[in-house]
């Protein structure tokens, strides 16, 4: 194999040992704990030869070119193995794989890679061996917050922080930005999808190799600022505890590193990590090296394509799910993510696409990979896309339902976003409240905590779609009145219905633009604002308090809410949150009303004193000088009213959210 190029078959053969290779031998390359080489395992069932090519040498005219290369073993199911060694982490490899008769031959990437090269790049770049005992973990005593406690923060790694002189964010960037992140009072992130993808730009759903972060994602070990980034990380780890050993300058070469990095700082910093996977397809552009074809039969009938049916989705293929190696493959990769990644759960992206393309076949998957994970790792969270949401998604899987542990919902989502944009039209529009009541607690489920809650989202707010909520709330001017205090109301009531909270990177500081995946977009986040523009500062105290109340009171974070007032023509809604024997009832009042109410006779759960413990209004100009409030409490002591004991008169303010704790 000596001075040929990898696109040609080797010259000579020299068969693999076999040595190390057992039916547990894992898939793809994996460096033996030992150090004394790798393992090679590969699934090819209709390809010839498979072979390694490894040694890689760059030449005078930048052509990469393999010294080495060995033959792999076929095993009788279908899989390719063999030992190379002397192998280390950071050597470079490709598989070298010759179809069936009338198939094609040529260079394939390992599909369980867990990094690619910048150079050469995709779709041309090589594998990287990485030994998963070289990182060096800071979060042996972290634990992950309660299901029911989740405040998502959904952000996209490319355009969500991107420093000045940069071109795209990267996971680096997301750890500068940790400690704003914690000061939010999120407690998870949910990155879009972070693999590798083929295009230049992406929101990530169109991946190609599964196990290996994008690289456009990474900052190369020849970039000049690398040593700053060091730095900072290694400050910001230090600030959370000064009894962590800093990171080595080894420690931050390379995409796998930095995705561990920010896994691990996130949890330094007391955040989780909700990955996005997409197991309902992969691709778009394939490419000739991929997973697409891996055995090489010959190109034309998609069903010969190994991993992939020739069902299309979102521009790509449906997985194969009736194939018991394809499932296997996807639950191998979910389970690199929770114990090699130390991911703290998913948020499976379309499960209601593989439920119909793939059948019997594809809700067994959804069993065995929510039952797999849950088994190895049960505090990691799975939470599903599935349109229209249905119980049986979070239903156990005992009982034959799909096992995940929560569901992105909509019927929140659409009742608030309607009633901002009705409220909008005008003080005589009709403002449909008791929608909004109806959904408060997810009533298609019936735990409500597993409904994730948003207001936008990715597929939302992306540029050419709908609004972002300012924007509804008052077309004409994102900062006017009408817009800042109606999307208080949207916000609060979000973070104070039944469910986990999930907020869109952004909505925290009243962002008005649709948002793009293209860094070089215009619709990138304002952070710049929140320097000199008021309004997005005091959007973000209001958030950041809120999100306060909601982690000190209990009642915020259970199941129980009984929504006892519903008033569309005073567009005036109020709920009771209780958790039984914790005490602190909770009694929300929100208004979508232009002017406000200075004595509003309203029922109440419990006679006695109620503190008025949050008032959206006083965020309006913080601290506003003309608040309408309650003097910092009410004293209930009516007559019942409202289906409730007894009642209060009560202040409540123009588009307002107000709480009132006992």
């Known amino acids: 194999m000596i001075g040929r190029s990898e696109t040609e078959p080797p010259l000579t053969v020299q068969r693999l040992s076999l040595e190390h290779i057992t039916d547990r031998t894992p898939m793809g390359g994996t460096l033996l704990p030992s150090g004394v080489g790798a393992t090679f395992r590969v699934w090819a069932p209709a390809a010839r030869e498979v072979h390694v090519l490894w040694d890689y040498t760059k030449t005078p005219d930048g052509t990469w070119t393999p010294r080495r290369t060995g033959q792999l073993t076929k095993m009788e199911d279908g899989r390719w193995a063999g030992f190379v060694p002397g192998l280390k982490h950071g050597d470079r490899y490709l598989f070298h794989v010759l179809g069936p008769v009338g198939g094609t031959e040529g260079p394939k990437r390992d599909p369980f890679a867990r990094d690619l090269t910048d150079d050469p790049m995709w779709p041309n770049c090589h594998c990287l061996l990485y030994d998963p005992a070289a990182f060096p973990w800071h979060d042996a005593h972290w634990k992950p917050p309660l299901f029911h406690e989740l405040v998502i923060y959904q952000l996209h790694i490319g355009t969500w922080y991107i420093p000045v002189g940069r071109n795209n964010g990267t996971f680096l960037d997301v750890i500068d930005r940790l400690p704003y992140l914690k000061s939010l009072g999120i407690n998870a992130i949910q990155p879009l999808p972070i693999v590798e993808f083929p295009t230049m730009f992406s929101l990530g759903y169109n991946g190609v190799d599964y196990f290996s972060p994008e690289t456009d994602y990474a900052v190369t070990a020849d970039d000049p600022h690398l040593p700053r980034y060091l730095e900072r990380v290694n400050t910001l780890l230090h600030q959370a505890d000064p009894r962590l050993k800093p990171y080595d300058p080894a420690d931050i070469v390379g995409g796998a590193s930095q995705f561990r990095m920010m896994v691990d700082l996130c949890h330094v910093y007391g955040l989780a990590v909700i990955l996005d996977v997409v197991y309902n397809h992969a691709g778009g552009d394939f490419g000739d090296r991929c997973l ?99 119980q049986a998604v979070v239903t156990p899987t005992g009982q034959g339902g799909a096992g995940f542990d929560a569901l992105q919902t909509d019927g929140l989502r659409e009742a608030i976003r309607s009633a901002i944009g009705q409220a909008s039209a005008g003080a005589a529009a009709f403002v449909d409240m008791d929608r909004i009541a109806k959904e408060l607690a997810s009533p298609l489920l019936a735990d409500p905590w597993r409904a994730v809650q948003c207001i936008e989202n990715h597929d939302l707010v992306y540029k050419g779609r709908d609004d972002r909520i300012p924007r509804l709330a008052d077309r004409t001017n994102t900062r006017s009145w009408y817009a800042r205090s109606r999307s208080r109301v949207a916000q609060g009531l979000m973070l104070t219905a039944v469910g986990i909270p999930h907020l869109f990177m952004g909505q925290e500081i009243l962002e008005d633009k649709p948002w793009h995946d293209e860094p070089g977009s215009p619709y990138q986040i304002w952070w710049e604002g929140l320097e000199s523009d008021k309004v997005m500062l005091d959007f973000l105290r209001f958030t950041r308090e809120l999100l306060g109340v909601r982690r000190q009171l209990p009642a915020l974070t259970g199941t129980d809410l009984n929504v006892f007032h519903v008033h569309n023509g005073n567009r005036v809604l109020a709920f009771h949150r209780w958790l039984a024997g914790k005490g602190q009832d909770v009694v929300v009042v929100a208004s979508l009303n232009e002017r406000t109410y200075w004595a509003y006779d309203l029922g109440f759960p419990l006679p006695g004193y109620w503190r008025e413990i949050f008032n959206s209004d006083v965020y309006d100009g913080w601290v506003n000088p003309w608040v309408a409030g309650n003097g910092g409490g009410i004293l209930a002591d009516g007559r019942p009213l409202h289906g409730l004991p007894t009642s209060a008169t009560i202040v409540i303010p123009a588009n307002s959210i107000v709480l009132f704790a006992k």
Do not use: M
């Open 292 to 390: 697409y074809f891996f055995d090489r039969k010959p190109y034309g009938n998609l069903n010969d394509s190994l991993y992939f049916t020739d069902r299309g989705w979102a521009g790509g293929l449906v997985f194969a799910y009736w194939n018991r190696d394809v499932r296997q493959f996807l639950i191998d990769n979910a389970l690199f993510y929770l114990q090699e990644c130390h991911a703290d759960g998913f948020r499976y992206d379309e499960v209601s696409v593989i439920k119909q393309e793939g059948g019997e076949h594809g809700w067994r998957f959804c069993q065995h990979v929510t039952d797999t994970g849950r088994y190895l790792k049960p505090e990691a969270i799975h939470i599903a896309e599935h349109w229209p949401p249905e």
